[in-house]
Nanobody, 123 residues
């Protein structure tokens, strides 16, 4: 069984930065793809970023150039560095693990989810 625990959320002013972390326990983290999704109140869960087992990345257009996803396989941890934050980035952010090496931007393709961490960007 895999457990994912996110941390690093909080309140930040527009233009600021946050780094989210997601620590994974359980089965072979290094051979799995990881993703970040977010959900704002009243909206559907949306894709943010993902990376393959060997670090190839993909991003939603809305965050490209501002967010960076990375992983540290020695620490079983995936990160989301968020810069130039905007009020529209406000949401609960979830990390997810996919039982396979390749990423997906579809939330239903992921098998395990963290509990979420709140990010609030004030204007």
């Amino acid at each position: 069984q895999v457990q994912l625990v996110e941390s690093g959320g909080g309140l930040v002013q527009a233009g600021g930065s946050l780094r989210l972390s997601c620590a994974a326990s359980g089965r072979a983290f290094s051979s799995r793809a990881m993703g970040w999704f977010r959900q704002a109140p009243g909206k559907d869960r949306e894709f943010v970023a993902a990376l393959t087992w060997n670090g190839i990345t993909t991003y939603a257009d809305s965050v490209k150039g501002r967010f960076t996803i990375s992983r540290d396989n020695a620490r079983n941890t995936v990160y989301l560095q968020m810069n130039s934050l905007k009020p529209e980035d406000t949401a609960v952010y979830y990390c997810a693990l996919r039982e396979g090496p390749l990423y997906s931007s579809t939330w239903s393709q992921y098998n395990y989810w963290g509990q979420g961490t709140q990010v609030t960007v004030s204007s």
